[in-house]
Structures are given as structure tokens and as C-alpha cells.
């Protein structure tokens, strides 16, 4: 059976580059915006894209945290990144006993997901984000009661 590969070794080293390329400009701590990033690595030669700096973010685990990028070990603890992105937060909705719908400013979702997820807990099954909007999987209604009290007390803080 022939392999239908459509990479060659050259691409994927090519690809692997490029990702370290990105892990340097994260560290350096110096960027909180991806279009920022898509124009430091073209500057460095490398052919990106917004689309394919935000996949190569996610695949290497980098989150944005209050407004900056950072690596996977260096996220804030649970309490703190979640303190972080509170402000992020416009509304808090339900949709049945166990979903709720939490509205963010426009480009934030993915980190106040990402913190909720890290803060792991209890009434939290689990998050999906889009640009705006997470939705979180409760356990059952009192866990999204808890959920939803928590983020008003957050919120307060």
C-alpha cells in the first residue's frame, strides 16, 4: 500500500521551527495580540497566518492570560488565572439545568474558558468556547446554582 503523505520531512521540520519560533516570542512576554505574532514571525521569514498562528497556539497549549500569551508551566495558579480574566466577563445565562451560557468581550472566551477549566471545579463538567461565548457543562442544576454564584462573587471581587 502506498503512503499517502502529503508532508515531507522538510515541511514538518519547516513546521516544527516555526513553533519554536513562536514559544521564543511568547516568552519573551512582549506580544498580547496574535496579529502582533503573525507580524513577528513573518518578520523572522516565516509564511503564517492568523489562522495558523491561533492553531499553533492552541496545539502547544499557550494561553492568553489577562494581556499576554503564556506558556503551558507558566499559567497563573487556578484562583489567580481565573481572577485574571473575571473582567472578562459580561453575563451569565442558563440554557436547561446543566449548561450555562457565559457571555465575554469579543476575543476573550477561549481564555475565560481556559481558566475555568484550570480552576477545576466541582459543578464544572466542562467548557467550549467561541470568540464571545463559553459554554459550560454543570453537573446537574444545584451545580450550575454554585457555578453561577461563583462567578457573582468573583465578579465582586
Do not use: C
Not at 473582567?87 to 457565559?102: E, K, M, Q, R, Y
Not at 457543562?137 to 450550575?144: I, M, P, T, V
Amino acid at each position: 500500500m502506498q503512503n499517502l503523505s502529503f508532508h515531507s520531512p522538510g515541511m514538518h521540520r519547516a513546521h516544527e521551527e516555526r513553533r519554536e519560533a513562536l514559544l521564543r516570542i511568547v516568552r519573551e512576554g512582549l506580544v498580547g495580540r496574535q496579529a502582533d505574532l503573525v507580524r513577528r514571525l513573518q518578520q523572522a521569514g516565516y509564511a503564517v497566518t492568523q489562522s495558523s498562528v491561533s492553531r499553533d497556539l492552541r496545539d502547544l497549549g499557550v494561553a492568553k492570560v489577562g494581556d499576554r500569551y503564556v506558556l503551558p508551566g507558566e499559567t497563573p495558579a487556578p484562583a489567580a488565572a481565573f481572577s485574571a480574566v473575571a473582567a472578562f466577563v459580561v453575563a451569565a445565562l442558563t440554557a436547561g439545568p446543566n449548561l450555562t451560557v457565559v457571555r465575554t468581550t469579543v476575543g476573550s472566551a477561549q481564555s475565560v474558558a481556559l481558566a475555568i477549566d484550570q480552576a477545576r471545579w466541582p459543578e464544572v463538567v466542562g467548557t467550549i468556547s467561541g470568540d464571545d461565548t463559553v459554554f459550560v457543562a454543570n453537573l446537574d442544576e444545584a451545580g450550575q446554582r454554585a457555578f453561577i454564584d461563583r462567578l457573582h462573587s468573583l465578579a465582586r471581587r
